[in-house]
């Protein structure tokens, strides 16, 4: 019999190992991005305070259908948006253990057309 983990498994797996060599601080805080089937979601965190600086999604946005490509771009370009208003301008980005592809490279793409440096 094969032990064949699920990918979210396999992706908590993966997202624990980035997490221990990416943490945000104030000066530079961390992008944090979850992928959803209906939404993605996107959220700009200080790890060393533990707060969340600002955050969007594709519910918050109120898109028809927040799980395509435009949906992901919309939610990069209004995070960079409320970044810069709050004087976040440098960040890390997390893909949260994703592929970086598809609706994780168009918010990543999104935030940096922009403005956001990373």
């Given at each position: 019999?094969?032990?064949?983990?699920?990918?979210?498994?396999?992706?908590?797996?993966?997202?624990?190992?980035?997490?221990?060599?990416?943490?945000?601080?104030?000066?530079?805080?961390?992008?944090?991005?979850?992928?959803?089937?209906?939404?993605?979601?996107?959220?700009?965190?200080?790890?060393?305070?533990?707060?969340?600086?600002v955050s969007s999604s594709?519910?918050?946005?109120?898109?028809?259908?927040?799980?395509?490509?435009?949906?992901?771009?919309?939610?990069?370009k209004d995070i960079a948006?409320?970044?810069?208003?709050?004087?976040?301008?440098?960040?890390?980005?997390?893909?949260?253990?994703?592929?970086?592809?598809?609706?994780?490279?168009?918010?990543?793409?999104?935030?940096?057309?922009?403005?956001?440096?990373?």
């Amino acid at each position: 019999m094969i032990n064949k983990e699920s990918r979210s498994i396999v992706r908590a797996r993966r997202h624990k190992r980035v997490r221990a060599k990416i943490s945000g601080t104030a000066e530079t805080p961390r992008l944090s991005v979850y992928r959803a089937n209906a939404n993605i979601h996107a959220q700009i965190i200080d790890d060393v305070k533990g707060v969340t600086l600002v955050s969007s999604s594709s519910v918050a946005l109120k898109l028809a259908n927040g799980g395509n490509m435009e949906a992901a771009a919309a939610v990069g370009k209004d995070i960079a948006e409320k970044a810069l208003a709050a004087g976040i301008k440098k960040i890390v980005f997390d893909r949260s253990g994703y592929v970086y592809h598809g609706r994780i490279k168009a918010v990543a793409e999104a935030a940096r057309e922009a403005g956001l440096e990373f």
